[in-house]
């Protein structure tokens, strides 16, 4: 027995059976930037009277490279996870859909140039 409506099953509305994902998401990048920003922090404070050519040194080390792509690949992602879900709770018609779209656009646009950046440093 089903406790939707005929009218509701004939339009497919309901459950897109992707928010249980969405969640775990949204959760586990935030648990990988817990320590990833903890350790950014105490590594931008420690560089905090560098020169220029020390934190190039610094950023040349692959192990900070790769874990500074990590914090701004997930840090984007988490970003863009959260960013949808408070636009599908208060956006509706049109506007959701092209908030939608420019926030997917900007989050990718920003973390590659964040990468890419990064990876002109290192090499």
Excluded at 36 to 41: M, N, P, S
Excluded at 53 to 72: G, M, Q
């Amino acid at each position: 027995m089903s406790l939707r409506t005929p009218l509701s099953e004939a339009k497919g509305l309901g459950s897109a059976k992707e928010g249980a994902s969405h969640w775990w998401l949204q959760r586990l990048t935030a648990i990988a930037l817990i320590p990833l920003a903890i350790w950014l922090a105490f590594a931008v404070a420690k560089l905090g009277s560098a020169d220029y050519e020390t934190v190039v040194a610094w950023l040349s080390n692959p192990y900070v490279v790769v874990a500074l792509i990590i914090f701004v690949a997930a840090t984007f992602y988490h970003t863009q996870l959260g960013l949808q879900v408070i636009v599908e709770d208060y956006v509706h018609g049109w506007l959701k859909i092209v908030t939608l779209v420019i926030i997917n656009f900007l989050c990718i646009v920003l973390a590659v140039i964040g990468i890419v950046a990064l990876l002109k440093i290192f090499l």
